[in-house]
Each structure stands twice: as C-alpha cells, then as structure tokens.
C-alpha cells in the first residue's frame, strides 16, 4: 500500500539538495560580490599619519612644529552609558551635542570609530582620561596638530585644515581621505606634498567588535609611513618679529628681500593673528571670527594688496626713459607746477639725479609725455600707442603685472594696463600721453603689489636683474635652493643706467626727501620715498630702500596703509628694520619709540578665544 | 554474546558510517568556527566549543551502546509510557524551564543544560508509530487522523508554550511520513501552493495578487466551458466551474490573510524576520544582519573554499551563531562550493538510506519510525541549510549531528539508532 509514495519521498530529498547546490553556485561560483563584502568585513584599515614636516627660520630658529593632541574616538556599538548627564559634565559638552555627535557616528558606521571630541589638548585629555574606563566604546587616538611658538609670520606660513569635499573631489591622484589635514593656505600649501610626507597604511583584521586579529595576508599590502621633509626658510625670525612689532596699529606691508639671492627676509602683513589660533580644536570658530574682522587679518597683504605705487614708481621711470632713449642723466626739466602736477619745494629745475632726489613731479609728467609721444608717427594718438607700448615692455620687465614665481599660492599679479584697456575705455587711438598721464608718477590704472615692490628695490640694488623672491632656503635632505630659484632674471633695462639712480637713490636718503630719519651713520643707504594718493582716504605711505649701497645685502619696501607721507612713516620702519638686520642695534632709539606710538587704526582688537 | 555478534552483523554498518562522517566533521567544523590563529589554540581544549564537543560525541557512544543493549521491544512497548512522561516534562518545562533569549525551553539540573524539546522529537516519532503500528488500525479513518493529530500536536503545542517557533515547525515533518502512509496527496500540494502563495503575498501587495487570480480564474472558467465534450452534462459544467470559482475565492482570501497576518498578527520582529526573506536589505543590521553575513560567508569560499581553519567571516564572530544555527557557512567559507555540494550530497544519500531502511521493514511500527527519522532529519536539513543561503527564513533550528551542542546531538544520535536497532532486529519483529 503506497509502496510507490517512497520514490516521492525520495525525489523531494533529492530535489532540495538539487535547489542547494543549484543556489550555491549561484553565490559562490558566479557571484563574486561576497568575496568583497567578506574582504570589507574584516579588513580594517590603519592609517600611520606621518610626522609633518617642522619649518625653521634662516638661523635654524623652528617656525613650525608639531604639538600631540588626542581625538577621542567612538565606536556607537560598543557605547555603554549609565547617566548621560554626568558623561557631558565630564566631557564639558552639552546634552544636544552628545546626542549629535552619536548620532552623526552611528550613521557613519556602528562598529567603525568615528572622532567624537576632536583635538583634545594635552592638558584637556589629562581631566579626561581617567573617565574613559567608565565608558567603554570611547578610546583615545594620538595625532599631531601645528604649533607655533612665535606666534610670527602668519599670512606666510598659512595654516592646514581638514581637505574639503571640492578639493577631495578635484584631486588627481586620490591620495587624501576625508578627515585628512592638507595645508590650505601660506607655504603649508605650496610645499604640502613635501611637508606632509608619505602616509603609510597597515590592513588589520578585525571581528566584527573591531578587536583586530592579526595583519591581512601576512601584511603584503602593508606600506609604511614617510614623515614630512623639513623646510628651511630664508625668513629672519628676528628681523620678522621686529617687522610685526613696528607694523602693530598699522594697516600694510614690509617686505624684505636679500638682493644677491632673492630670498625674502621678512615678510609682514599687518594687522595679522596668531597663528595658534587656527591650529586647535577652534579653528572654525576663530576662522570666522577672522574672516568677519573688518580689518582683514587673514588677507596676505604683501601678495594680495595692490595699490599705486606712487613715487616710488619714479625709480623705474628714470631708468625706462633712459633705456628709451628718452632721459640722460643731464636732462633737465624745470619745476614747472602749471603743468598740472603738484610739487613740494626743491631748487629748481633739476637733471635726472635731482628729480628723484626732490622727487620732482613736473620732471616726469615731462619725461612721461617724451617716453610715450616719440613723434614717430604724425598722429598723436597712434604715436602714444607706440611708445606705451614700448614703455610698457619695459616696465613689465621688472615683474610688474606679473606673478613673481614666489612660493606662495594666490599671489596677486597688480595691473599695467594694457593698451587694449585703454582702448575700451577710450576707443582705438582714442588715447594720448594726456590721457594716462597720472602713470607718470605711479598713480593712476597702475597696481602694484608690495613684494613687487621690495623686488623693485632689489633689481636696483643689484643693477638690473632679480632672482623670483622665495622663501625656501631648502627642504630635507636637498641642500640645494630649487632650480627656479637659481635663475636671473634681467629687467630689460641697460646695467648702465643704474649708477645714476643708485646715486640719487642714495641722495634722497641722505640729503632728500627722506633725509629727516633715515640716515645710518657709516653706511650708505638708498632709498625712495612716495605718497600714494587715496581717494578714499589719508594717503598712503611707502619707501623703498636697500642698503649697503656698495654690496647690497637687505632690499625693504614698506607700505602703510593711511599714514600719509612717505617719509613720515613708511621710511622711518624701513630704516628701523635695516638697521637692525644689518647692525643688530638701534642707534636712535627716539625713532623706534615714534614709529611704535603711531596708531592708524584706532579700534578695541577683538578678543580671540585660544 | 551470541546476541552481540548477530547485532554486529546485522547493524547497517553504512548508515553507522555516514553518522560517523557528520559527527567527526562538524566536530572539526566547530573547532574551525571558533578557531583563533593567535591564541594557539587545540582541538582538544574543554574551554571551547570543540572540546567540549567532544565530550558530547564521546557521552553519546555511551547512548548509543545503551540502546543497542535495550531490548528492541522496549521501544514499541514503552512507547506510551515516554510519550506521557515526555508530555509531563514539557508542560514542566513552560513553567519551570530557564529562561534565555525570550524563550523558556531548557532545564537546568546541576550544570547540565538539557532542551527536553529536542528529545519529544524521537517520543512522538515512537509514539506515532506505535500507533499507527497496531495491526486494527486503519488509516483511513477520519479517528485515526484526529488521533494522529492529537500524538503530533501536543508535545507542538507544549513547545509552541514554551516559546521555541523552531521547534515547533519540526513537527510538521510528520505530515511527509503520514503521507508516506496514505495521507491525501492534495494536503502536500495544497502546503506547497499555501506556500507559494505566501511568498508571492509577501512580494505583491493583496490586490495585485488578486487580480492576478481573477484573471487565471476567467481563463479557467472559459476553459472548462469550450472543452466541454457533447457528452459532458451540464451538472457536471457547473460543478467544476463552482470548483474554479471556490479554488479562486480560497486563493484571494489566502493572500489577503497573509499580508493581514504579517502586517497585524506578527509582532515586529517575527515580521521583519519573514520580510527580510524576500529582501535582505530591508533591516541589513537587524534582522537581515544574519542572513546577509551568513551568504557573505558562504559566498567568499567560492570554488575551493579558503581552506580548513583559514576562514574570516566565522570565526571572526561576523556570523551570527557560528557554530550551531549557522555551522554550514563555516563549511561553505572554508570549503566552498565542492566541500558543500559534498555535504550536501552526503546528507541527501543518507536520507535516501534511511528512506530504503524503513521501506525494507516488514513491520509497520519499524517503517513508520524509520520514515519520521528519515522526514526529521530532512526537515533540520532543508531548514538549516536553507536559511544560510537565504532560502528560508531564520528558524533557530540545527543541522544535524554537525552543529555544536549536547541537547541536539544526543536527541538526533538518540532518533537514528533506535531505529537502527530496530532494522537490526528487523527479522525478529516481522515474527512478532
């Protein structure tokens, strides 16, 4: 009796075991999906951060180095907590936050850590760590943080920040992962690829609590982690603090390049911030509150901040229109103020030499109209274009309008107007020497940077070519400056040309315009001084100055914002800083006192939280 | 002695191999689950799972000496009386049992952890064929199938008391041997069309499903009335159109009571435990935590598997349960699709032995035993393998003689040489 039921029974064993190998196949023969899924089970990866690189000073003085601070890390599956209230007392953090930051974790990854307190200080973790045993799921990770312990040279050195998602997005070789700290600003950009050395990554396997169980295969994936290369920078630290100590309640730049090698000495824009402030656990906050500052502390002024020139632009012309043709240094033009341009009160007329001494104004609304209206073409209009074109390839020649090649990202290029531009706002030869006039004298359409400024004064010094100011000496184990930096660049102006203006240069110093407090005895100094007139405002003051006349070792150019003349403010601080970088002394103490008392900003600085 | 060298003799030394086979290997499978590279671990330690997986081996050769030693009448005779006693335990149980993990299904006595649940499986099975056993009985008699009901469903209600689902849905092995023994096959296909319907209702909202049927319904029904012959009455037209009709009208009442049971009657987690069968990603950290791992793991020993002790996902605790419920992904990741096929090839010949075993009895009670062990061992198999490989929903029920534990593996060594006792005997008991 259903004898034949058994073969029913039979075929059911058989047709599930068929279903079983079947789906088997399925998922361990075709599908290879679990494969990766298993790997990303157990594989743990474990980044070795390297040590980012220290920066130092020209003297071996550290400008930068490395702090430890401890991020403490949740993993939310293992969180066992009792009374929420005391934890946030304890950790100094509010019932939301916590309940934030959890949240934020558990979303990431239940059994991942995620960074719960980032960047607690030394002394912080210390009122901390005694807690953590309570509180099983949270565990401390070493990492660095930049420190800064003179406080000095912010807007140069720049600061590192966790990457962005753009720049996650944007990046080539995929090296970054989020949660990365890249240089954003400052050199900590520009040599980021050196500074930060080579991560290094160790694969681990975990269970599914995390404990990890030993390297994945025998760690044949494993690399290890390079530290960051040192940089060795051009900057004199003291000569740098000095700088910033004159500038404080001023509005501007000192730039301070050595000539014979391009290397920048100081470079100070005021008024700027600690940069401790953005290296720690407040960096958001303190970056806002910069960023609000109407004074604009993060702006890098001595790269970004163009203005005119003023006078000091009359250095170059004096040297383009003898290139020209145009100026020898036996011309002479009178004083003659009904030509438009004001003047101060000088013997009158002058040659070449006298005019940069006096800093005659006529003189190069006069040698501006030759430069630009040769008369080689009849129509004025078309022999202006001629010769401002001539004129401007000269000009440009000594770096203006253009990126220096400095090792700093965002440098500004200034403006030379181009005759296109002229062209627009006027129409073709719709422009005259009359009608850019005010170039004569460095004002006008024309912008300058200051480091184009203090590189100006460097080309001078040494006659006629410049190297791309940097401030790498050199970076790690390469004892060398980088090629870029080795090479000359020539003004195209005749080394000819030069002694006649270093010698006036030298005259407005000791018996010129900027006579009143620049003179150091027993070195010859050169200067210029310019007022830069400001329709928004008290005129600008700058100088620019190298010294010694014979073997120039330091070129300075100052600008402050709203100090009026050039002699009056921008000088005097040029002088200070020469003196003190090349004599290590301050002769005339009265006038460190005078510069250090002035205030052109007259504001309540607001207090930053550290 | 006499009788000792007749038992050696006639005992089926085959189905004693494949026994032998299971046990060794899912002791080396238990040790794989557990293994730590790191901790220099042996096979032998009491502190782990093999260890003491040993000792459950070693205590059940004692069983099994122990049953062979028992006179094979015992179990015929005695049935009842176990049956009884078993029933007793089990209401015991309910109340005085330890509770763990929502359930309260084990007994404590000292240090000893037994699950009398794992043990009413061979009572029923002994009971059952007692009864259908009596040469008076009749199959087809509406008492006779109460009665049965009545064997089979008590010691389920017990276990269902007592909070054990798995356990419980063993029982319904019985119903492949009843069907061995003349049950209508129209109550297997209408399990398995029940079935069908289920998932389908789980898939598709109700009133998808419904117009689906609709539609098959009115094909149906045209069908029956264009073939109709000449000769066919009109009664006869009506009858089976009434039966479209009716089999239309179950079917939609099916789908919609499935999705009202799942959604209403369930509690959240059993609905998400039935749920996830369909889509594992529903709930990929709570209930689709296991399934998804479990696949992982079987999936990544591909072809070859990774080798024996080498694999990461068990023994690294990302499976869930790695050496009972889910002791097959710890062959599949460490001997991929061959070792498993192997496995599974051996489970199924082993089957098909014991199915020839029972078939080869000339008495009814031995045939009926046979059949519930042989349907018993099936239903742990297709369960148990067919939730690793999301197949079958998670039911917490183990692979026989293969997964770790001392309740399970002494019931099922308990349920398989009883029998082999009894087809040793198979002679004697035809005379009886």
Redesign the interface.
């Known amino acids: 009796?259903?004898?034949d039921?058994?073969n029913?029974?039979?075929l059911?064993?058989?047709l599930?075991?068929a279903?079983?190998?079947v789906?088997?196949?399925f998922?361990?023969?075709l599908?290879s999906?679990?494969?990766f899924?298993?790997?990303n089970?157990?594989m743990r990866r474990i980044i070795e951060y390297p040590y980012r690189g220290l920066i130092y000073d020209r003297k071996g003085k550290i400008l930068v180095f490395n702090t430890p601070v401890f991020d403490l890390m949740v993993v939310p599956k293992e969180v066992q907590i009792k009374d929420t209230a005391t934890f946030c007392k304890r950790f100094g953090i509010t019932k939301e936050e916590f309940v934030k930051k959890i949240k934020e974790a558990r979303e990431y990854s239940?059994v991942k850590p995620t960074a719960f307190l980032k960047q607690l200080s030394i002394a912080d973790f210390a009122k901390v760590q005694d807690f953590l045993i309570d509180y099983p799921g949270f565990y401390p990770q070493a990492r660095t943080i930049r420190s800064y312990p003179h406080k000095s040279l912010a807007n140069a050195l720049g600061y590192i920040g966790e990457i962005s998602k753009k720049q996650l997005e944007k990046q080539e070789n995929k090296y970054y992962l989020q949660g990365d700290y890249i240089g954003i600003s400052g050199l900590e950009a520009n040599y980021e690829e050196l500074l930060r050395g080579q991560r290094g990554v160790k694969y681990m396997?975990?269970?599914?609590?995390g404990v990890e169980?030993?390297s994945f295969r025998d760690g044949i994936y494993d690399t290890i982690s390079v530290p960051g290369e040192n940089l060795y920078t051009s900057i004199d630290l003291e000569l740098q603090q000095y700088g910033e100590k004159l500038m404080e309640n001023k509005i501007g730049s000192v730039v301070a390049i050595e000539p014979g090698t391009g290397e920048i000495l100081a470079f100070v824009s005021s008024p700027s911030y600690d940069p401790n402030i953005l290296a720690g656990r407040h960096f958001s906050e303190n970056y806002r509150k910069l960023e609000k500052d109407s004074l604009k502390p993060l702006f890098n002024r001595p790269l970004m901040a163009m203005y005119p020139p003023g006078s000091i632009f009359k250095i170059v012309q004096a040297l383009v229109g003898q290139q020209m043709g145009i100026l020898t240094p036996h011309t002479t033009f009178a004083c003659n103020r009904s030509w438009g341009p004001n003047c101060h009160n000088h013997p009158s007329p002058q040659n070449l030499l006298g005019s940069i001494q006096w800093s005659c104004n006529p003189y190069y609304y006069m040698a501006f109209r030759n430069m630009i209206q040769q008369g080689k073409n009849d129509n004025k209009f078309k022999d202006s274009r001629i010769g401002y074109i001539q004129w401007r390839d000269l000009i440009m020649s000594y770096g203006f309008g253009q990126k220096l090649g400095v090792d700093l990202p965002n440098m500004k290029a200034g403006y030379i107007p181009s005759p296109e531009f002229y062209d627009k706002w006027y129409g073709y030869n719709g422009w005259k020497h009359s009608t850019i006039r005010s170039l004569d004298i460095g004002q006008g359409e024309v912008m300058i940077v200051p480091i184009q400024m203090a590189n100006m004064a460097a080309t001078i010094a040494n006659q006629g070519f410049y190297y791309a100011p940097h401030f790498i000496k050199h970076i790690g184990k390469n004892n060398e400056v980088p090629e870029q930096y080795k090479e000359k660049h020539y003004a195209k102006v005749d080394k000819k040309y030069y002694p006649v203006i270093i010698d006036a240069m030298e005259m407005v110093v000791s018996g010129g315009t900027a006579s009143i407090f620049n003179r150091i005895d027993g070195m010859k100094v050169c200067g210029k001084t310019g007022t830069v007139e400001n329709p928004h405002g008290k005129d600008h003051s700058v100088y620019i100055t190298f010294a010694p006349k014979e073997d120039p070792k330091i070129a300075i150019a100052v600008f402050v914002e709203n100090a009026g003349f050039g002699a009056m403010t921008a000088a005097p601080i040029a002088r200070l800083m020469m003196e003190k970088y090349l004599n290590d002394t301050i002769t005339k103490p009265h006038i460190e006192k005078y510069i250090l008392e002035k205030d052109f900003i007259h504001r309540n600085k607001t207090a930053l939280k550290k | 002695m006499r009788q000792d060298d007749n038992l050696s003799k006639s005992i089926d030394w085959l189905t004693v191999g494949f026994y032998a086979f299971f046990v060794v290997a899912g002791w080396l499978n238990v040790f794989a689950a557990v293994y730590?590279?790191?901790a220099h671990q042996n096979i032998f330690d009491f502190s782990l799972n093999s260890g003491k997986q040993l000792v459950w081996i070693g205590t059940s050769a004692v069983l099994i000496i122990l049953i062979l030693v028992i006179d094979y009448k015992f179990y015929n005779t005695f049935a009842y009386i176990m049956y009884g006693f078993m029933i007793l335990l089990l209401i015991a149980t309910i109340f005085l049992g330890t509770e763990a993990k929502g359930s309260r299904s084990w007994f404590e006595i000292g240090s000893l952890r037994i699950q009398p649940a794992e043990f009413a499986k061979f009572i029923t099975a002994l009971a059952l064929a007692t009864y259908l056993g009596k040469i008076n009985i009749k199959f087809e008699k509406l008492q006779t199938k109460l009665v049965c009901a009545l064997i089979i469903g008590l010691p389920a209600i017990c276990i269902l008391l007592q909070n054990e689902t798995g356990s419980v849905l063993v029982f319904s092995a019985f119903i492949?041997v009843l069907?061995?023994?003349?049950l209508s096959?129209i109550i297997l296909i209408l399990g398995f069309v029940g079935v069908i319907l289920f998932i389908l209702a789980l898939i598709f909202p109700p009133n998808v499903i419904a117009q689906v049927i609709v539609g098959l319904g009115i094909l149906a029904l045209i069908y029956v009335i264009t073939s109709r012959k000449k000769s066919t009455k009109v009664r006869t037209l009506v009858i089976r159109s009434c039966f479209v009709l009716v089999g239309c009208i179950v079917c939609i009442a099916t789908a919609f009571s499935v999705d009202f049971f799942v959604n209403k009657v369930l509690q959240d987690h059993q609905r998400k435990r039935i749920l996830v069968l369909v889509n594992p990603d529903i709930d990929p950290?709570g209930a689709g935590y296991n399934v998804t791992?479990s696949?992982?793991?079987?999936?990544?020993?591909?072809?070859l598997g990774k080798g024996f002790l080498e694999g990461?996902?068990t023994?690294?605790?990302?499976v869930p349960e790695q050496s009972t419920d889910f002791i097959f992904c710890t062959i599949?990741?460490e001997h991929?699709?061959l070792g498993?096929?192997i496995l599974?090839?051996m489970?199924?010949l082993f089957?098909?032995r014991l199915?020839y075993l029972?078939?080869r009895q000339k008495d009814k009670f031995a045939r009926i035993y046979g059949?519930s062990v042989?349907?018993i061992i099936?239903f742990h198999?297709?369960v148990n393998?067919?939730m690793t490989?999301g197949?079958f929903p998670v039911i917490g029920i183990p692979l026989p003689f293969f997964s770790y534990g001392g309740s399970s593996l002494w019931s099922f060594t308990i349920l398989l040489f009883i029998f082999l006792k009894l087809d040793a005997h198979r002679r004697q008991l035809l005379s009886h």
């Open positions: 009796m259903f004898r039921r058994k029913i029974v039979q059911i064993f058989i599930t075991g279903v079983f190998i789906r088997l196949f998922i361990q023969v599908d999906r679990y494969k899924e298993a790997q089970n157990v239940t396997m975990v269970n599914v609590r169980k030993g | 730590d590279a790191e492949l069907y061995r023994e003349g096959p950290l791992q696949k992982i793991a079987i999936g990544s020993g591909e072809f990461t996902q023994k690294f605790d990302f599949g990741e991929g699709w498993s096929t599974i090839v489970y199924v089957m098909m199915v029972a078939e059949y042989a349907c099936f198999f297709m393998i067919g490989i197949i």
